[in-house]
Nanobody, 123 residues
Framework: HVQLVESGGGSVQAGGSLRLSCAPP????????MAWFRQAPGKEREGVAAIDPDGTTRYADSVKGRFTISHDNAKNTLFLQMDTLKPEDTAMYYCAADPRLVTATFWVADYGYWGQGTQVTVS
């Protein structure tokens, strides 16, 4: 069931930017490993950016230099700044979290908390 809430998706032209947000209203605890995943039609869900509790970040090669993941501890909100968007970035984007992880991964099965997804369309 949905325990995180994403927002900020939409339609943009190639080269444009979007900022996704993820708030965990039903998530227990404070610091956690979190990640953004995306899933295009007919494709498997893939990790694009992840952040550890200490702020260490990692990115999929396809988005390095264009996407930035960050976490506002005061607002308890996860962000994904997406710049220089490409048509191949079109997908449903999901945030994920799990308190059991020590290091944020790109494995779907590692995360027990998910949002409902927000659509990003780049034309």
């Amino acid at each position: 069931h949905v325990q995180l809430v994403e927002s900020g998706g939409g339609s943009v032209q190639a080269g444009g930017s979007l900022r996704l947000s993820c708030a965990p209203p039903g998530y227990p605890g404070s610091r956690r490993c979190m990640a953004w995943f995306r899933q295009a039609p007919g494709k498997e869900r893939e990790g694009v950016a992840a952040i550890d509790p200490d702020g260490t970040t990692r990115y999929a090669d396809s988005v390095k230099g264009r996407f930035t993941i960050s976490h506002d501890n005061a607002k308890n909100t996860l962000f994904l700044q997406m710049d220089t968007l490409k048509p191949e970035d079109t997908a449903m984007y999901y945030c994920a979290a799990d308190p059991r992880l020590v290091t944020a991964t790109f494995w779907v099965a590692d995360y027990g908390y998910w949002g409902q997804g927000t659509q990003v369309t780049v034309s």
